[in-house]
């Protein structure tokens, strides 16, 4: 399979790192808990205030102490006072401490979507990808149901970056990457394999409805490449293969790399006898 452009990850920000983002989530845990702390000491005096004005007898003597002091309403006003500004402080830090975490809750979300997605194409990256059939694995064995990959690359895909330019070569892999995200499910994983490699995850999906699927990119492919004048057209190689219970990830990708280059060979041996359709999947047209 030829790649000359190697997987692109977008760089996280050290400011947008997951970890810090978290560590910056669990300190406003540690404020929001003083916060708590301090509007529990302002309970205890608002309650001790309560219990004097409905128990003045067990007050009394207090009372009469602090009748003999000088200035005790400019002391008792002077307490209301720092009550409502202490409990307007906060109100305050509350809303602080509210629009702060989300804040944060969104940044870690665009950290996570960062990390799991490849920065040319959109489509998610090889990291997300393993993750991804790693679970949908185990999902297949734990409910006995199906699962597909389909792995397909890019025919002459050096070529479009010697004869048209790099540019050229970035924008055939948005142009694959978009056509296999309107081909598939919203259910189907579509990922950047690495390279001019795309690989897609199809859950719930035996290997005649995998082909299904293939024959419709074939049929996207050829619309697409007649649709305008362009100065190139694309073809895909696709190889696909269904996961039988038992099966690791690493067999089921062989699996599928070894389907796609059965359907290489296949193409070299007979493609000036393919459809258009077929042609479109299979052969290269530069």
């Known amino acids: 399979m030829e790649s000359s452009v190697e997987t692109e990850t977008l760089p996280v920000e050290p400011q947008l790192l997951p970890e ?22 302002v309970l ?26 000088k200035y005790i309403s400019q002391l008792f006003f002077g307490l209301i ?23 944060l809750i969104q940044q870690l979300q665009v950290a996570e979507r960062t990390a799991r997605t490849d920065a040319l194409t959109g ?20 409910n ?19 004869r048209f330019g790099h540019p050229t070569g970035d924008r055939v892999l948005i142009d694959v990457s978009l056509l296999l995200q ?28 995998a082909g299904v699927a293939v024959d419709r990119l074939g049929d996207l492919l050829e619309r697409w490449n007649g649709k305008q004048l362009r100065e190139y057209t694309l073809s895909l190689s696709c190889g ?21 280059y059965v359907r290489k060979a296949d193409r070299e041996l007979g493609s000036h006898h393919n459809s258009p359709r077929e042609r479109a999947l299979r052969a290269p047209r530069l």
Not at 86 to 98: G, K, S
Not at 123 to 138: D, G, P, Q
Not at 246 to 255: I, N, Q, Y
Request: net charge negative; hydrophobic share 50%; proline share 1%.
């Open 20 to 41: 810090k983002i978290e560590g910056d989530i669990r300190a406003l845990d540690w404020r929001d808990f003083q916060l708590w702390c301090i509007g529990l000491l």
């Open 44 to 69: 205890t005096v608002l309650a001790s205030g309560f219990l004097a004005l409905i128990m003045p007898s067990a007050v009394w003597q207090i009372g009469l102490v602090l009748a003999e002091q």
């Open 81 to 103: 006072a720092m009550l409502v500004l202490l409990n307007v402080y906060l109100f305050q830090q509350r809303l602080v401490l509210l629009r702060t975490r989300r804040q």
């Open 123 to 142: 489509v998610f990256n090889r990291r997300f990808m393993e993750e991804a059939l790693t679970k949908e694995i185990s999902r297949a064995d734990r």
């Open 144 to 162: 006995h149901s199906k699962l597909s990959l389909m792995l397909g690359d890019i025919d002459g895909f050096k070529d479009f970056n010697t």
């Open 182 to 209: 309107k081909n598939f499910r919203a259910a189907d994983l579509v990922t950047r394999y690495g390279g001019d490699e795309f690989l897609v995850i199809m859950p719930d999906t035996d290997l005649i409805q």
């Open 240 to 260: 696909v293969a269904t996961h039988t219970e038992g099966m690791s990830a690493d067999t089921l990708l062989k699996a599928a790399d070894d389907d796609l």
